[in-house]
Nanobody, 126 residues
Framework: QVQLVESGGGLVQAGGSLRISCVAS????????MGWFRQAPGQEREFAAAIEWTGGNTKYASSVKGRFTISRDSAKNTVYLQMNSLKAEDTAVYYC???????????????????WGQGTQVTVSS
């Protein structure tokens, strides 16, 4: 079992920045890829970014590419999402997710991830 706990969400003005974090608990939790997804009210959960845990390769949704940066600290079992130039449409609950399988790395579908955090709210005021 892997437990994921997000933190760092909050209220920020449009054009501002915010960094959210996610810690995976447990000794040597199985992680092949960590992803960030987001869900706005009334909308489906959508992919934002993913990072290969070992190789560090990354993938971004077109809507956040160039503004968001995903990174990880393997020693701390922590993944980060640095969000810059935030827009009102970035407002959502942000979830981190863990894919434990080492095939199809950098997957971008909800169904490809096995463990999920409880989410952290990010609100961007315009």
């Amino acid at each position: 079992q892997v437990q994921l706990v997000e933190s760092g969400g909050g209220l920020v003005q449009a054009g501002g920045s915010l960094r959210i974090s996610c810690v995976a608990s447990g000794r040597n939790p199985p992680i092949a890829t960590m992803g960030w997804f987001r869900q706005a009210p009334g909308q489906e959960r959508e992919f934002a970014a993913a990072i290969e845990w070992t190789g560090g390769n990354t993938k971004y949704a077109s809507s956040v590419k160039g503004r968001f940066t995903i990174s990880r600290d393997s020693a701390k079992n922590t993944v980060y999402l640095q969000m810059n130039s935030l827009k009102a449409e970035d407002t959502a609950v942000y979830y981190c997710a863990d894919r434990i399988y080492s095939t199809w790395l950098l997957a971008s579908s909800v169904a490809d991830y096995q463990y999920w955090g409880q989410g952290t709210q990010v609100t961007v005021s315009s």
